[in-house]
């Protein structure tokens, strides 16, 4: 019997390098993205590990506790945290939608939306200590004394590029013939942004809200130089006032056992309020990508 020889066809060399080439980034790629997820997972997995042992009913119920002492809690941190924090997104939201709003409806195409661009872009990548010692020179020297209502403005401060920013995009992404349509039905210029622009743009501008407020939950720095801190219950806005940061802050530096572990009980608080307002932000973008 006689055999055939089939020839295989060559190999382009141009297409097997290229080949390897992309089975090496592909490798390199997964070991970047395995070595930034291990060490996430490491950070998450000893977080949980020392929180949950110090977590219990009375770090909700209970004032945080004087040197020495084996009991406390941090109620009054968690409260003081939450008012800074509510008053600082009170007030940078507003101001950063109403920017943004005028960046991407009105001033489109003006030499000052690029101005304020570049400005908002600075602040948005600036230290956040750098906010605080603005603040501390701003406020706190004026006023004499640290308070909570310059903590939440040092809040403020840092809130308001991230809800310029994302309500800018938001609206830019609004078709233009939606716009267009409702003003050739005669709605003014205020009408069309508020039940047309602002209507599509809703999920998405909510979403930067819970970014911005996820990302001042757990800042430190500006409040070390702004509201700094108490051990007291306090509701007074021209005083110090306690908080987590800087009460986990303070503790995770002391000898004492018990101290310690509250700083790792309010940091998973911290952690798990962030996640849940991440995770929120997330729906709301999916939703928005669905519609």
């Known amino acids: 019997m006689t055999t055939l020889a089939v020839d295989m066809p060559a190999v382009n060399p141009i297409y097997a390098r290229r080949r390897r080439l992309d ?10 993205a395995l070595f930034g997820v291990s060490w996430l997972a490491l950070i998450l997995f000893t977080l949980f590990w020392n929180g949950l042992a110090g977590l219990s009913l009375q770090v909700f119920t209970e004032m945080t506790p004087p040197p020495g002492s084996n009991s406390g809690g941090l ?7 939450l008012l800074m924090t509510i008053i600082g997104v009170g007030i940078g939201a507003p101001l950063g939608m109403f920017a943004g ?27 956040s ?17 640290f308070s909570a209502l310059a903590g939440s403005l040092a809040l403020a401060v840092i809130v308001i590029p991230v809800v310029v ?36 743009a809703r999920a998405g501008i909510v979403t930067g809200m819970l970014l911005a407020t996820a ?6 720095a500006p409040l070390l ?26 503790f995770v530096q002391s000898p004492y056992d018990y101290w310690k572990q509250l700083a790792w009980a309010g940091a998973l608080i911290i952690t798990l309020a962030v996640l849940a307002l991440n995770i929120g932000a997330r729906i709301l973008g999916a939703e928005r990508t669905s519609k």
């Open 23 to 32: 089975i090496v980034i592909r490798v390199l790629c997964l070991g970047a």
């Open 75 to 81: 109620l009054n941190a968690i409260v003081g945290s």
């Open 101 to 127: 709003t005028y960046m991407a409806e009105y001033g489109r195409y003006d030499r000052l939306t690029s101005v304020v661009r570049f400005i908002n872009d600075i602040l948005l990548s600036a230290p």
């Open 129 to 145: 200590i750098i906010i605080g010692l603005f603040v501390y020179g701003a406020v706190v020297v004026p006023m004499g004394g």
């Open 165 to 200: 920013r994302t309500t800018e995009d938001m609206l830019l992404l609004v078709p233009n013939p939606l716009r267009e349509a409702a003003s050739a039905l005669g709605l003014p210029r205020s009408l069309v942004i508020r039940r047309v622009a602002y209507r599509a």
């Open 215 to 220: 990302r001042v939950a757990g800042e430190t």
């Open 225 to 250: 130089f702004t509201a700094l801190s108490n051990q007291f219950w306090s509701l007074d806005l021209t005083s110090t006032m306690a908080n987590l940061p800087v009460t986990i802050n303070n």
